[in-house]
């Protein structure tokens, strides 16, 4: 279990990488931004087939306070039919407590239900584990797996834990200029190998290495604004 910082401000950042795990303007409506619109996800989740039942697969590499997972379960409840699930798969090398986690998210009542819903099932583990939970009658699944990014990634692929790949990516965790083993060659190429024709991702991230892996890896790379006066992130589809 891994213990973060406050800053004045009240966002935690991290005693490792020294870097915040969201915006300080506002990280709800920054991981809006970035992670659903990058997506377009609200445009796809309304879009399924309510005749149909079937599941809608996110993969994450980096839970940190878990903003990510509660924000995108919030618009799937409002956007995507009710006989469809929603499969969220993460990844975290340096999990939270459950009273950081707590605390990061009590800012933001919307969230409210989600994050106590989160935290009913939530259990740090060491490196190795995976937390496997199903929420919500099972209408949303989390599978959090505790491990270094590289090795998680082929686990999610070897051990069926996204049986059907990625509808999207999202591509978190901390700065590549903080944590640089994170947006390597060998992860994009991790992500594609999860992927098919129509896979996206979004990341917050606009950094000229990560832009051309990513392209390199299969990824068509757009570089739409970022959040609050942000200048660039980085979104894309799977050809």
Known sequence: MFKVVWDERGVPRSPVFNDKYFCEHNGLADAEHIFCDGNRLRERFSALDPQQAGVFTIIETGFGTGLDFCMIWQIWDTEAPVSWRLRFVSIELYPLSKVDIGQALQVWPVLTRYREALLSVYDPAPPGRVLRAVLDDGRVSLDLVFDEVQIALSRIKDEGLAPQGADAFFLDGFAPSRNPGMWVPE?????????????????????????????????????????????????????
Request: aromatic share 12%; charged share 15%.
């Open 187 to 239: 992860i994009f190429a991790a992500a594609a190998g999860l992927s098919r024709a129509g896979t996206t991702f979004a990341t917050f991230t606009a950094a000229g290495h990560v832009r051309r892996g990513l392209a390199a890896a299969g990824f068509s790379v757009r570089r739409p604004s970022g959040y609050a006066g942000k200048k660039d992130i980085l979104t894309g589809v799977f050809d």
